[in-house]
T-cell receptor
Framework: DAKTTQPPSMDCAEGRAANLPCNHS???????VYWYRQIHSQGPQYIIH???NNETNEMASLIITEDRKSSTLILPHATLRDTAVYYC?????????FGTGTSLTVIP | NAGVTQTPKFRVLKTGQSMTLLCAQD?????MYWYRQDPGMGLRLIHY???????AKGEVPDGYNVSRLKKQNFLLGLESAAPSQTSVYFC???????????FGDGTRLSIL
């Protein structure tokens, strides 16, 4: 059973905020949500992670709903270099469960 | 600081041949992982290790073996390669304590 569900693709205009949703309805109380992205089949690149509080770093913001069944990754000002596949991941103990990802295309 | 290094980066094998993929990390991480990624799909866990001398099966372990003789190295072996094992293989390490997982750049393996 997939632990995360994401839309397969999204478009975003350059300079606008990109909001990438993820459903993780079976998540347990101590399981973290991580976001990674992958550009041109390179190794996945870490973006951000959180448990239940909203998180922000220099790359993005992570909004987790109060019931923790879903989250949204926000890229505040998307650039062409943000075009990539974005993975929402649930960490269960020491194992990381990848979904099939969302292919984000930033349009000029 | 190299992070996670995978060798080789590319390899072409014939069906039935064997080979070993090497992953090395310099972050003193306890946990290491091997994933495979097929076109248009996410990463699937093959095997992982929670420390030196330990290994465990992941989601798709059949046809692969692993060894973790040294903490910094995690080897993935294919004893008798099959075309279905054509894929991109990623190694990752994790230090625990809610840190991120760190990935190598991948090994692109084609089996003819």
């Amino acid at each position: 059973d997939a632990k995360t569900t994401q839309p397969p693709s999204m478009d975003c205009a350059e300079g606008r905020a990109a909001n990438l949703p993820c459903n993780h309805s079976t998540i347990s109380g101590n399981e973290y949500v991580y976001w990674y992205r992958q550009i041109h089949s390179q190794g996945p690149q870490y973006i951000i992670h959180g448990l239940k509080n909203n998180e922000t770093n220099e790359m993005a913001s992570l909004i987790i709903t109060e019931d923790r069944k879903s989250s949204t990754l926000i890229l505040p000002h998307a650039t062409l270099r943000d075009t990539a596949v974005y993975y929402c991941i649930v960490r269960v103990g020491n194992q990381f469960y990848f979904g099939t990802g969302t292919s984000l295309t930033v349009i000029p | 600081n190299a992070g996670v290094t995978q060798t080789p980066k590319f390899r072409v094998l014939k069906t039935g041949q064997s080979m070993t993929l090497l992953c090395a990390q310099d972050m003193n991480h306890e946990y290491m992982y091997w994933y495979r990624q097929d076109p248009g799909m996410g990463l699937r866990l093959i095997h992982y290790s929670v420390g030196e001398g330990t290994t465990a099966k992941g989601e798709v372990p059949d046809g692969y073996n692993v060894s973790r003789l040294k903490k910094q190295n995690f080897l993935l072996g294919l004893e008798s390669a099959a075309p279905s094992q054509t894929s991109v293989y990623f190694c990752a390490s994790y230090g625990g304590y809610n840190q991120p997982q760190h990935f190598g750049d991948g090994t692109r393996l084609s089996i003819l």
